[in-house]
């Protein structure tokens, strides 16, 4: 070619065909070859991924499955990292594991390793992903920590147009300020740091004792969220931000603080989903005050999955915002199993598909309209069971996971390997995952399992339901522990820190 001879322009990437409805992006999604990953501590979130897209790999930290999952890949040998102090550390060590690192370059796709989910990431998960030459199919993680904010997350719903439980936004220099710039709101509060779950940062205040003992995790912060105690109870809903609108999954119900399953008072420890739930004008204002959250969003550069806590007013039948969990979360699985996706595609689909670079088309208000339908929602519920105790203990033997039967006297047995609950048929079977391991040492709040089964897990009063209590027994029955003693392995060998893991 001689110097003077023109390049011929690079030819551009032929456009893909817009897919038009839900059969074209099921068929799409059953096609594709773009290599797709889930890495994660485990892989609960989003159980049955697998099933929908061709190519989904999971990579965790935790084999839950004993190397029987088809579609998991865990690290053989532990490559020296520093103390995990969240589910990002986790992330990050799975990212510079040189096995990882080889299992992603071998799966590479035309030149491309492909994209990839994260329950939690930081800005030092994305730049290792962008290293291995992955995409990250969330909003960047700085967008992500902004929604996170409990204090900026109250913000957006005012400009959305969705109502928070009555509440200020101030810092808290002491008990005698907070019930200043608290006055409009009573001496019966709830006090809020910017970030935390489970209700690890959230703190009930009716008199100067209750402050005394969270002064100093309060006074550090430039601004809480102070909130009117209403005597309430939780739901949530799952939704995802899409081009052409926010898909809105049903109400769920939440198990919030249950002493059984976990130590900490306001915890999250499980939902339930069911038609009869809530009443018709709660599930309205709920799908309602979603989408308008939802669209909101698009607004702040935020699309995919989100979740929102709702708090219903059991004085008054309103309904108020929570709180937002802008990501997949430990209410995902139940959502992504239920008979209304199941039917159509899970919510993580639509997801994805923002993500795929895709064009398409679907009518969201039709898909909204069959999801709110009450004969679209079956009964299913999940309850996390945590260490209760205030000790530390070490694993010895441990139930594994899949499907179990209860016999007449209570007791269970294992039944068969399987990778979510699908092939639970009746109340007498659940679905189990394990999260703890033989080896492994419980300490007050680590996550033991997952309990996944038909039916009610609450009665209409909010407690436990017996059948809920047996099975709950009679798994926590399938652990055995010891407080290690003189000689044994100490404490601090503990991996997994404390905090929470979905």
């Given at each position: 070619m001689s110097a003077k001879a023109k390049k011929a322009p690079a030819r551009k990437p032929a456009k893909q065909p817009a897919l038009h409805g839900l059969s074209d992006i099921r068929r799409f999604f059953h096609r594709n070859e773009t290599p797709i990953y889930f890495i994660s501590a485990t892989n609960f979130n989003l159980l049955g991924a697998d099933e929908w897209v061709k190519g989904f790999k999971f990579i965790t930290y935790i084999d839950c499955f004993d190397g029987l999952h088809p579609n998991l890949m865990n690290p053989v040998t532990e490559e020296p990292h520093e103390e995990f102090q969240s589910i990002e550390d986790i992330n990050n060590y799975l990212l510079t594991h040189s096995e990882v690192k080889e299992y992603i370059a071998k799966r590479k796709r035309n030149g491309s390793a492909g994209k990839v989910l994260f329950l939690m990431f930081d800005e030092k998960t994305e730049k290792l992903a962008r290293k291995l030459g992955l995409e990250v199919m969330f909003p960047p993680a700085k967008l992500r920590t902004f929604m996170d904010n409990k204090v900026n997350t109250n913000r957006v719903a005012e400009k959305a147009g969705v109502p928070p439980v009555p509440y200020v936004l101030s810092p808290v220099k002491s008990y005698g300020h907070l019930l200043k710039v608290a006055a409009k709101l009573g001496n019966d509060l709830v006090?809020?740091?910017?970030?935390?779950?489970?209700?690890?940062?959230?703190?009930?205040?009716?008199?100067?004792?209750?402050?005394?003992?969270?002064?100093?995790?309060?006074?550090?912060?430039?601004?809480?969220?102070?909130?009117?105690?209403?005597?309430?109870?939780?739901?949530?809903?799952?939704?995802?931000?899409?081009?052409?609108?926010?898909?809105?999954?049903?109400?769920?119900?939440?198990?919030?603080?249950?002493?059984?399953?976990?130590?900490?008072?306001?915890?999250?420890?499980?939902?339930?989903?069911?038609?009869?739930?809530?009443?018709?004008?709660?599930?309205?204002?709920?799908?309602?005050?979603?989408?308008?959250?939802?669209?909101?969003?698009?607004?702040?550069?935020?699309?995919?999955?989100?979740?929102?806590?709702?708090?219903?007013?059991?004085?008054?039948?309103?309904?108020?915002?929570?709180?937002?969990?802008?990501?997949?979360?430990?209410?995902?699985?139940?959502?992504?199993?239920?008979?209304?996706?199941?039917?159509?595609?899970?919510?993580?689909?639509?997801?994805?598909?923002?993500?795929?670079?895709?064009?398409?088309?679907?009518?969201v208000n039709a898909l909204n309209r069959r999801w709110a339908k009450v004969e679209n929602i079956d009964s299913w519920g999940q309850m996390v069971i945590k260490h209760t105790q205030d000790d530390i203990r070490r694993v010895i033997e441990a139930p594994r996971s899949g499907i179990w039967r209860m016999r007449p006297d209570g007791s269970i047995h294992y039944w068969r390997m399987d990778t979510h609950r699908r092939y639970v048929e009746t109340e007498d079977e659940a679905f189990f995952l394990r999260i703890s391991r033989v080896g492994d040492w419980l300490y007050e709040g680590a996550d033991m399992g997952i309990l996944v089964m038909r039916g009610r897990m609450m009665t209409d009063d909010f407690k436990l339901t017996p059948r809920a209590k047996k099975w709950l027994q009679a798994i926590r029955n399938e652990y055995r522990s010891e407080i290690p003693g003189t000689g044994r392995s100490s404490p601090q060998a503990m991996e997994i820190g404390g905090f929470k893991m979905m």
């Open positions: 006090v809020q740091t910017p970030f935390g779950d489970s209700g690890h940062t959230t703190f009930f205040i009716k008199e100067e004792a209750d402050y005394r003992k969270h002064a100093h995790e309060i006074e550090k912060e430039k601004e809480c969220k102070v909130m009117k105690r209403i005597n309430c109870r939780g739901a949530a809903m799952e939704a995802c931000v899409t081009r052409h609108g926010t898909i809105v999954a049903p109400l769920m119900t939440e198990l919030v603080g249950f002493k059984e399953l976990t130590p900490y008072k306001g915890g999250w420890c499980g939902n339930e989903i069911y038609a009869e739930a809530f009443t018709p004008s709660i599930r309205a204002k709920a799908r309602k005050y979603t989408r308008l959250f939802g669209d909101q969003l698009l607004k702040e550069g935020y699309k995919g999955y989100f979740e929102l806590d709702f708090l219903i007013d059991q004085d008054n039948g309103e309904i108020y915002l929570g709180e937002l969990n802008p990501r997949i979360t430990g209410a995902s699985s139940i959502t992504n199993h239920a008979a209304f996706a199941m039917g159509d595609a899970p919510l993580h689909l639509f997801h994805m598909l923002e993500w795929m670079d895709q064009p398409y088309t679907l009518s």
